[in-house]
């Protein structure tokens, strides 16, 4: 990773961490819901769209890397980490040929985002919607992020998962078999 990707990974967790202000109680993400598969179809959507605009193919569901992903992010959450190399050092790559998981190309996109209702540039994020647009908003703002979005990439695997204090950790998983 250049010192700019680093330095860019840096300043969108600082600013995706700059949420708390004037606010009311926080209210927790609803329990027993469908919640992280909903906001993982639509960081799948929206990061299609953006690959629409570009007049670039859409990338495909991947259950595989979608396991990935998962993998990662819950990793993050169970670890407490946020960085692409993992707790045991493996990084995108390493974690695909553990699982079995073939690749001709692979790359990986991380984000972190407060279930809040005033998250700094996102504002309320209690929601799917505003949650996963925040969060695909945030990579295509990062030049490395976008670079991987809008890739020569055929598949996608998108994992969600919340930490205890109502954080959300995503992971993108791009996959050409």
Known sequence: M?????????????????IYGCSKE???PPEGS???NEIAVLVLEKTNAIRRDQGLPPLSASK????VAQYH???MVTHQFFSHTDHEGTSPSDRADQ??????AIAENIANIPWHENVSGCGDTRTS????ECMVEGWRNSPGHYRNMIGDFAELGVGITFSKDSIVFGTQIFRTP
């Open 34 to 36: 469908d919640l992280t």
């Open 99 to 104: 699982m079995g998981v073939t690749w001709s």
């Open 2 to 18: 250049t010192i700019l990707n680093l330095r860019l990974l840096l300043v969108f967790t600082f600013i995706t961490q700059l």
């Open 73 to 75: 992010s819950d990793n």
């Open 26 to 28: 926080e209210q927790a």
């Open 129 to 132: 919607e505003a949650l996963a």
């Open 64 to 67: 595989a890397a979608d396991e």
